[in-house]
Antibody, heavy 125, light 111 residues
């Protein structure tokens, strides 16, 4: 069974930093692009960032560009999100998610079929 | 304000069919076959219902179907059941800027 488990969330002051991790199991991690999606309390889903399977290509939403960095360690089957210059509107649940593989390819814009349970980030001002 | 526009809420009675719309632009839904739909129950992670506009992952009921016309995608749920009461989100690839965008979500109430 494919499983994703996020960790690293918590309470941080505005301007501070956090590093989220997502541990993957039950899949050949390097074969899949990976994505972070967040959900502001009581609001909808927001795509945050994605990374290709090999880690070479990265993509960011405009509202985190220059502040967040996505990376992965395929030897540890782990995805990361380094978050700097945090703001109050970064508060929310952060999910890591795996896109489908279709015809042997997994691109970040494919539908995401495996999700973690999320880790909560609270930024206080 | 979300990039894709969904109705805030829809409702229907058990056994009925409902359709949730998702309106974007010619840069995302209108230009992409990578439209997905997700179901999210309170406190849970989203679940993929539809990918590539109209395809269902294995294990998803055939009561769920997707389509697209122009800049608008739609999710239809037929034979409504109480367990379908949930939040539903659409997403699309925006190739012009290499982004993924979500709709604001639609709360489905089964009366």
């Amino acid at each position: 069974e494919m499983r994703l488990v996020e960790s690293g969330g918590g309470l941080v002051q505005a301007g501070g930093s956090l590093r989220l991790s997502c541990a993957a199991s039950g899949l050949t991690f390097v074969d899949y692009a990976m994505t972070w999606v967040r959900q502001v309390p009581g609001k909808g889903l927001q795509w945050v960032s994605s990374i290709s399977g090999g880690g070479i290509s990265t993509y960011y939403a405009d509202f985190v560009k220059g502040r967040f960095t996505i990376s992965r360690d395929n030897s540890k089957n782990t995805l990361y999100l380094e978050m700097n210059s945090l703001r109050g509107d970064d508060t929310g649940a952060y999910y890591c998610a795996k896109p489908l593989a279709i015809a042997g390819h997994s691109y970040y814009y494919y539908g995401m079929d495996v999700w973690g349970r999320g880790t909560a980030v609270t930024v206080s001002s | 304000q979300s990039a894709l526009t969904q109705p805030a809420s829809v409702s229907g009675s058990p056994g009925q069919s409902i359709t949730i719309s998702c309106t974007g632009t010619s840069s995302d839904i209108g230009a992409s076959n990578y439209v997905s739909w997700y179901q999210q129950h309170p406190g849970k992670a989203p679940k993929l219902l539809i990918f590539d506009v109209s395809n269902r992952p294995s294990g998803v009921s055939d009561r769920f179907s997707g389509s697209k016309s122009g800049n608008t995608a739609s999710l239809t749920i037929s034979g409504l059941q109480a367990e379908d009461e949930s939040d539903y989100y659409c997403s699309s690839y925006r190739s012009s800027s290499s982004l993924v965008v979500f709709g604001g979500g639609t709360k489905l109430t089964v009366l």
